[in-house]
């Protein structure tokens, strides 16, 4: 069973951690260290479509579940990788109210959209699940990356599309629309992402985003998100290894001459 979905209706606080480093090992490691929602990165990673299935079969079989972020909206692409039975989407990059819709349309069957059929995918068990076309769309959480100048200027119109469930803040590239590139506690940026909290609520719509300047997990949660996409399999790798090389010497540490240091 799914459980995302449901926890994002009910606007449960639930925290995610995402995966850069292609690596199954990692994706399974990090489930059994106690967090069971894990995002694949295929927008900034590296992995592959076979290399993503590998991956997702790990994180489930550890208990998990999987979003997966897309490179764009490509509806081929969306095909492909809801045909691997993902729990969620997050979809960058979203500008206007006619792309929120051909995503939405992208992912669902006809008559509700446009999503092309196969009987014999991994996300209909390979075909022995007769209920897929009909409970697919249903079951996935949609989330749409609002993070560019357009997306602001069309914010209400998108919040509007019907199918979406969460609207999701890139403060990064968010930053870098209103002219303030990585400030994410600058002013305009604080403000657009008011504007899009007010509009998110308006509509019905859960809020997603990653933790910013301002604001930790734990305090987005408070504000009312219902998702936080936290630390990375890279920050936490790097974190450990710099602690570790905090306090072995740096003599020890490095491959020059014997008894050099």
Request: net charge negative; with cysteine; hydrophobic share 45%.
């Amino acid at each position: 069973m799914k459980y995302l979905k449901s926890r994002i209706a009910a606007g449960t606080p639930t925290y995610g951690v995402w995966m850069h480093i292609a690596s199954a090992s990692i994706a399974e490691a990090t489930v059994h260290a106690g967090f069971p929602l894990v995002l694949i990165d295929n927008e900034h990673g590296p992995a592959s479509l076979e290399t993503t299935l590998g991956m997702m079969r790990a994180i489930e079989a550890a208990g998990g579940e999987v979003i997966i972020r897309v490179p764009s909206s490509d509806p081929i692409y969306l095909k492909r990788i809801l045909e691997l039975g993902p729990s969620g989407l997050l979809v960058p990059q979203i500008d206007s109210a006619e792309e929120a819709a051909a995503t939405v349309e992208a992912c669902r069957y006809p008559p509700h959209g446009r999503r092309g059929f196969a009987r014999a995918i991994r996300a209909a068990r390979y075909g022995q699940r007769p209920d897929y076309v009909r409970e697919a769309h249903g079951e996935l959480t949609l989330m749409l990356q609002v993070e560019t100048r357009a997306a602001l200027d069309n914010l209400e119109a998108i919040a509007a599309v019907e199918g979406i469930d969460v609207l999701f803040i890139g403060p990064y590239d968010l930053s870098g629309a209103v002219g303030q590139l990585g400030e994410t506690g600058g002013a305009e940026v604080l403000e657009a992402i008011a504007r899009i909290e007010s509009v998110a609520r308006d509509k019905g719509l859960a809020l997603g985003t990653v933790p910013r300047a301002t604001a930790d997990a734990n305090q987005l949660f408070e504000m009312g998100y219902s998702l936080v996409m936290g630390t990375s399999d890279v920050a936490a790798l790097m974190a450990g290894l710099q602690a570790e090389a905090e306090v072995i010497p740096q003599a020890a540490r490095s491959l020059g001459p014997a008894g050099a240091g």
